[in-house]
């Protein structure tokens, strides 16, 4: 027998955060994905991150689609508002909940089936108007709810787990994320927390569109020798160009980092993302370098991970838009129907 609920009681020594939460607070439902699946590392990382920066759940709403990648929301931040959408819809779900509530932390997860296909188009749009958001993609170049077809992420060369050889050219997420204007960019590996959390952390307290792509094996069908996604190929190849300390105001979130050069990056609500940089030529406030770093070492079949870019002075939809402090979702009648008046001086305004 199967038991999928988890006790609701804690243990009364846990630790609790500025808000007065545990860490199990922060969790969901128990898994239902394949025994080691990458996802659910990302799914703890996310729950790490949002206990750390002492985030009230109700405060987040998670948004996804299809796919295993979009049942995790499931499995973190039980007590938050949550939106399962149609397949490849979730960007355009998640902009019109950004649009009517502005005071929410919104979180979209979605797969590489969900938004390098389906949803193209959708992630495309909502990362050039710089929605508020971080995106995360568990990307593990398949299929994985229907027996493993190649993904649009898959590689050209590598293998299916049957041995057929994929054709097709890969379409990459962080290339488009920075041709489209991501403010925050960042790829990672679900075997690497000691890098993920601090990126997720980062991505949160970004003003902007943040896009975090995470190599997440498949251990059902992508886990093989021949697949530039599994566990030891990505931990072999893996080029990591910085690694990261997130610093919320004062008080510092400590973390045992690489030596090297450090840079910090002041964001727009005066936390810092401090980079130890070990390539020593990778500037991640340079958009035009880091492609060019990018496709440089995914020509020699690296997987470059780390953030990748960030624009410390970003803006988001709202600001474009110049929308008023107030959430929609708040203003009244007055406020939304001023009067036959007003009317008139608008439309006079446009002849």
């Known amino acids: 027998m199967t038991y999928l609920a988890k006790p609701r009681l804690h243990h009364p020594t846990l630790a609790r955060n500025k808000v007065g939460y545990t860490r199990r607070d922060y969790e969901g439902k128990i898994s239902t994905l394949c025994a080691g699946c990458g996802h659910d590392s990302i799914s703890a990382a996310i729950i790490q991150a949002c206990w750390e920066l002492d985030i009230q759940p109700h405060r987040v709403a998670k948004l996804s689609g299809i796919g295993c990648s979009s049942k995790t929301p499931d499995y973190f931040l039980g007590n938050s ?21 502005r005071d929410l932390l919104y979180l979209g997860v979605s797969g590489d089936g969900d938004s390098a296909s389906i949803g193209f188009g959708q992630f495309a749009h909502s990362i050039r108007r710089g929605v508020n958001m971080i995106y995360i993609v568990e990307n593990n170049g398949v299929y994985g709810l229907t ?53 997720i952390k ?35 190849h893996n080029e990591t160009v910085n690694r990261l300390d997130f ?35 990778y500037d991640p406030t340079d958009r035009i370098k880091a492609m060019n770093y990018l496709q440089q070492h995914a020509a020699a079949g690296e997987v470059v991970t780390g ?12 600001e474009h ?7 929609l979702n708040q203003l009244g009648v007055r406020e939304l129907c001023p009067g036959s008046a007003a009317l008139e001086r608008i439309n006079a305004s446009l002849r």
């Open 81 to 101: 508002h949550g939106f399962n959408s149609v397949h490849g819809r979730m960007p355009s779900v998640l902009t019109g909940a950004n649009l009517a509530n």
């Open 147 to 199: 027996k493993g077809q190649f993904s649009a992420t898959a590689d050209k060369g590598s293998k299916s787990k049957r041995g057929v050889v994929n054709t097709d050219q890969p379409l990459d997420m962080i290339g488009m994320a920075l041709l489209l204007g991501a403010t925050f960019v960042a790829r990672s590996f679900s075997g690497d927390k000691q890098q993920l959390v601090p990126l």
């Open 202 to 236: 980062g991505a949160i307290e970004h003003q902007g569109a943040a896009f975090i792509d995470v190599i997440s094996p498949c251990i059902a069908f992508n886990n093989h020798a021949g697949s530039t996604k599994s566990y030891e190929y990505v931990r072999q």
């Open 247 to 281: 610093i919320e105001g004062k008080e510092a979130i400590t973390a045992d980092y690489a030596p090297g050069e450090v840079v910090d990056v002041v964001q727009h609500d005066g936390s810092v993302l401090r980079l130890r940089k070990l390539a020593a030529d």
């Open 307 to 318: 953030l990748l870019y960030v624009d410390p002075h970003s803006s988001d939809l709202h």
């Open 321 to 327: 838009l110049n929308t008023v402090e107030t959430p």
